[in-house]
């Protein structure tokens, strides 16, 4: 029943209580019905707006936890690419000392830690970009070429200072090497 019957019925159960009281007795039935079922109407309808609301709280909550764990495992991730670059830095830092004497094995190996750390930065700085640029392709390509301009002059001064460096390291190495081989040869002719 909707509120238009609900007054009607309060007027004619006020009309008639005067005049004949069944129809009195009647309209105050009706009012009361009308009454009830309105009232049960709203409170179904506050009932299903706090059931949606608690179901609309309940999806963000399950959305926020479901982003904080992406969020945890891209951030392991990276942690983990970043020790995986250390730990192959040092390894060739360490190799080079002893068993790497190529001399094109550096160079090749240097070009692919470039290309690995420039992979990483822009893994790292492409959110970055995407949120300062608004997803404008032009703006990210422009963003991502100043940081290549960045990277590769400074991996090149890089290169040719850890290259030549490691080169000889590894010239010292093989000479402190072909030394001790032509000691233990003269001592053991002189023997």
């Not at 009232?39 to 706090?50: D, N």
């Not at 995986?84 to 002893?98: E, K, P, Q, T």
């Not at 200072?161 to 010292?172: C, S, V």
């Amino acid at each position: 029943m909707s509120n238009s019957s609900l007054t009607a019925a309060k007027l004619l159960a006020d009309i008639y209580r005067h005049t004949n009281a069944d129809s009195a007795l009647k309209y105050t039935d009706m009012y009361m019905a009308a009454k009830d079922s309105i009232y049960s109407e709203r409170a179904i309808q506050q009932t299903q707006a706090m059931t949606f609301e608690d179901e609309l709280h309940q999806q963000e909550l399950a959305n926020e936890k479901a982003q904080a764990n992406e969020q945890r495992k891209e951030n392991i991730q990276y942690a983990l690419i970043a020790f995986g670059i250390v730990v192959l830095i040092m390894l060739f830092l360490l190799l080079s000392r002893s068993i790497i004497t190529n001399t094109r094995l550096i160079q090749l190996l240097s070009v692919m830690a470039l290309l690995i750390v420039f992979e990483f930065l822009n893994l790292l700085l492409h959110p970055f970009i995407e949120r300062i640029t608004h997803h404008t392709p032009i703006l990210m390509l422009l963003g991502l070429v100043c940081i290549a301009a960045l990277l590769v002059p400074l991996h090149h001064r890089i290169e040719h200072w850890a290259t030549n460096r490691l080169i000889e390291k590894n010239k010292e190495i093989r000479l402190a090497a072909a030394k001790k081989t032509i000691e233990k040869l003269e001592k053991d002719k002189t023997n």
